[in-house]
T-cell receptor, first 112, second 113 residues
Framework: AQSVTQLGSHVSVSEGALVLLRCNYS??????LFWYVQYPNQGLQLLLK??????LVKGINGFEAEFKKSETSFHLTKPSAHMSDAAEYFC??????????FGQGTRLTINP | DAGVIQSPRHEVTEMGQEVTLRCKPI?????LFWYRQTMMRGLELLIY????????DSGMPEDRFSAKMPNASFSTLKIQPSEPRDSAVYFC???????????FGSGTRLTVV
């Protein structure tokens, strides 16, 4: 069964610093991978998705993620953190059956 | 496009009462999902539909939970009888086949006292 593991339930960075949120997946077949963001009291919003095209995926709000098959990873990065990036981020995997399996989430805090 | 619409946004009910959560997916989306979010268990898929037909309900916790999709524009998740451990945020999401862009509603925060 496919699954994702997010390393670090809480990540704190300074405003302007690099954001790196880690996600490793487990799948016996090439997966589809996603990052979602959840702001307080809101639903999840798609940041970006990997569906077997380019391994470097660019998303909204300056975020990007790179699919690395050799490392079974799909880490999310942003070169310069902004206060508005404070939220919870979820990595998710799908094996093409439309069913998403989510990681436990990483809460990102931005320090002024 | 109004997005995925869920109602109510908040529901407080007493243990033993019936609770019905409602969802209107995005027009043209042929998949609909119900998720539950709690601090302890994170986001769990409860059930999903394709073209109004339930495809996988293996995540439904127990027989107290039931979900229906009578038409392409409406789905309900019912809990009868409700218990305090059902307290969570319930999300509905929809998507189109082969697009893999799931759109989530704002959720229903359920509190069972």
């Amino acid at each position: 069964a496919q699954s994702v593991t997010q390393l670090g339930s809480h990540v704190s960075v300074s405003e302007g610093a690099l954001v790196l949120l880690r996600c490793n997946y487990s799948s016996s077949v090439p997966p589809y991978l996603f990052w979602y963001v959840q702001y307080p009291n809101q639903g999840l919003q798609l940041l970006l998705k990997y569906t077997s095209a380019a391994t470097l995926v660019k998303g909204i709000n300056g975020f990007e993620a790179e699919f690395k098959k050799s490392e079974t990873s799909f880490h999310l990065t942003k070169p310069s953190a902004h206060m508005s990036d404070a939220a919870e981020y979820f990595c998710a995997v799908s094996k093409g059956a439309q069913k998403l399996v989510f990681g436990q989430g990483t809460r990102l805090t931005i320090n002024p | 496009d109004a997005g995925v619409i869920q109602s109510p946004r908040h529901e407080v009910t007493e243990m033993g009462q019936e609770v019905t959560l409602r969802c209107k997916p995005i027009s043209g989306h042929d998949y609909l999902f119900w998720y539950r979010q709690t601090m302890m268990r994170g986001l769990e898929l409860l059930i999903y539909f394709n073209n109004n037909v339930p495809i996988d309900d293996s995540g439904m916790p127990e027989d107290r939970f039931s979900a229906k999709m009578p038409n392409a524009s409406f789905s309900t998740l019912k809990i009868q009888p409700s218990e305090p451990r059902d307290s969570a945020v319930y999300f509905c999401a929809s998507s189109r086949a082969q697009v893999y862009s799931y759109t989530f509603g704002s959720g229903t925060r359920l509190t069972v006292v």
